[in-house]
């Protein structure tokens, strides 16, 4: 897998083991030496590995318009697409702090749309809006 590899120096690649084999580096953000790496320093002239522990690899946009403005090897965090939920029909009811009309108790999904504005839910989720996946360690052919 080392030299003489079909793959470029620099690819990434899924390894499912915590440990490289020879010639290669994990993608965990560190330094390296371009007089030891010099082929890979062609291709992260920064000296840097990314790191790509606990990261999804996106397609760079290179001028379609999909997610434009970003620039090869550039991070980019987070982020739910803003959307709106909107109630045909809904009844309140008496809170138990005694103000009237606070809590939803039913919705007609039938009748025509009323936008009530900001409606907080209590849902059960987790800290990150994520897609199924499974843990690989990237490495990257150094030599």
Request: charged share 20%; net charge neutral.
């Amino acid at each position: 897998m080392g030299e003489g590899s079909a793959l470029p120096v620099g690819v990434p690649v899924p390894w499912p083991s915590a440990t490289p084999p020879a010639g290669w580096l994990k993608c965990n953000g560190a330094a390296f030496s371009s007089e030891m790496y010099p082929n890979l320093a062609k291709a992260y002239p920064t000296n840097k590995l990314p790191d790509l522990r606990g990261e999804f690899i996106r397609g760079w946009d290179d001028g379609r318009g999909i997610d434009s403005g970003r620039t090869l090897l550039s991070l980019q965090g987070d982020m739910f697409k803003s959307h709106s939920h909107y109630f045909r029909e809904i009844w309140g009811a008496n809170g138990p702090d005694g103000t009237g009309g606070q809590y939803i108790v039913g919705a007609d999904t039938n009748g025509s749309r009323i936008n009530l504005g900001t409606i907080e839910t209590s849902a059960p989720g987790g800290s990150e809006t994520r897609p199924r996946n499974i843990a690989f360690n990237y490495i990257v052919r150094a030599v």
